[in-house]
């Protein structure tokens, strides 16, 4: 999947996190996507599009990588698919929208970034965007 392209609009409904800036490891709250969700077979296919806004790399060793994850307790969470770095090159920050691909098959989701580097800031917001309708 192209990293860069936005499957479809955003729905206010399925507001993963709001405009924020973090500097350290971080999980989004959870998305409750009600009680009666049960898409069957291997999941939903959906993206997590994280529109990035700005970010360091003073340094040129910070890295930031988002992944999708999944509960059925809103407790216990795993990733439904890869992790999907931001691009960066050398000192430049490309900023945008992000997909971060996944296979959603329980009630709860999140995004989970990992940073790394010597002065790691980013600040983004993010979305669910359902990718297709299964069958």
Excluded at 8 to 32: E, Q
Excluded at 45 to 51: L, N, R
């Amino acid at each position: 999947m192209n990293k860069n392209y936005v499957p479809g609009p955003y729905d206010s409904n399925l507001l993963i996190a709001a405009s924020a800036t973090k500097t350290a490891n971080f999980n989004t709250a959870s998305l409750d996507l009600g009680a009666g969700y049960a898409p069957g077979g291997c999941g939903a296919p959906v993206a997590a599009v994280v529109d990035v806004t700005a970010g360091d790399r003073a340094n040129q060793d910070e890295t930031y990588t988002f992944t999708l994850e999944e509960s059925s307790d809103n407790t216990n969470f795993t990733a439904c698919g890869p992790g999907v770095a931001v691009t960066v090159a050398t000192t430049v920050f490309t900023t945008g929208a992000i997909s971060v691909p996944g296979l959603v098959s329980k009630r709860y989701v999140r995004v989970a970034l990992v940073v790394a580097g010597t002065t790691p800031s980013i600040t983004y917001s993010t979305h669910l965007v359902p990718i297709g309708r299964p069958g």
